[in-house]
């Protein structure tokens, strides 16, 4: 039977996002051995495995990466759906902030969609780092920061994004050079502090190549081989190699990713967003 029942696809979504049955049992609000039965169901059904079982995690097969895709697509289907006959007429104002790097990787799917499930409210975004976000959360500049947690701004809690030493392919062995170039954030970033941090632990010399408070301008030093950049996984092109221990360099840590809101917030298009992008984004 052609049959893929949706909430088992949302659990589906939600193993491949954690990479752990436990976690995705969690953010489903179901029992762990609730969610690895209907995994297995599904794959009893399908007469094919979608993911690989190691101790701790999970990670997808090439017919799970396969069926991941059609299952967000269908998901998103069914909550635009529901929106369009439920909630048909709402409109509004919606100002975001958000830093570069999250703004380049993980708000423009989240965004396309909410746009075609509430074609009426008018959406704003507002680039900047995290540390000149939080103010405007205070005084009500914007609405919501999607950002990295920083001293000033408190929010929910999303997800943890680790953080990675981004390089070209073609600046062959430029994390061997010491001290080591590197691209980074403006200070006051928490990716920034991490790294160098990171480096001093690991009694590496740097030199700060290039400070940037955009993604794109560190991105460029990194293609160009000049440097290498600590950045978010989520925010490394998948034109750039990601470097670590395996090549001298030290882990680098995670950044805790919020979701915050003004006072003057209270309003259907805010609560919509909001509950939108914790539901992609949380894992």
């Not at 976000?133 to 929010?155: E, F, Q, Y």
């Not at 632990?201 to 400070?211: K, L, Q």
């Not at 301008?217 to 670590?244: I, N, W």
Request: one cysteine or more.
């Amino acid at each position: 039977m052609k049959a893929l029942d949706l909430d088992v696809l949302t659990m589906l979504v939600a193993v491949a996002d954690t990479g752990n049955i436990t976690r995705a049992a969690e953010v489903v609000h179901r029992t762990q051995s609730a969610v690895s039965m209907q995994i297995k169901t599904l794959e009893t059904a399908l007469g094919k495995p979608l993911f690989v079982r190691k101790p701790r995690s999970v990670t997808l097969t090439q017919d799970g990466e396969v069926l991941l895709t059609y299952a967000r697509r269908m998901l998103a289907l069914r909550d635009e759906a529901w929106a369009a006959i439920v909630r048909p007429d709402i409109t509004g104002r919606v100002v975001i902030g958000v830093p570069d790097d999250y703004a380049y990787s993980l708000l423009p799917s989240i965004l396309k969609k909410f746009s075609a499930t509430y074609p009426k409210v008018q959406i704003q975004v507002v680039g900047l780092p995290s540390v000149a976000l939080a103010p405007m959360v205070k005084d009500g500049s914007v609405d919501l920061v999607c950002a990295t947690r920083v001293k000033g701004l408190s929010g929910e809690f999303i997800r943890f994004e680790p953080m990675v030493w981004a390089a070209t392919p073609s600046a062959k062995d430029i994390w061997r050079e010491r001290p080591l170039p590197i691209a980074v954030f403006l200070p006051g970033s928490v990716a920034r502090e991490n790294a160098i941090r990171s480096l001093e632990r690991a009694r590496i010399p740097y030199r700060t190549s290039y400070e940037s408070p955009s993604l794109m301008g560190l991105l460029s030093m990194v293609e160009a081989g000049l440097a290498v950049a600590p950045l978010a996984r989520c925010a490394v092109p998948a034109h750039l190699s990601v470097l670590g221990q395996a090549q001298g360099l030290p882990e680098i840590g995670e950044l805790e990713v919020i979701l915050a809101r003004s006072s003057k917030s209270n309003r259907p298009p805010v609560d919509f967003l909001a509950e939108k992008i914790m539901s992609e984004l949380r894992r």
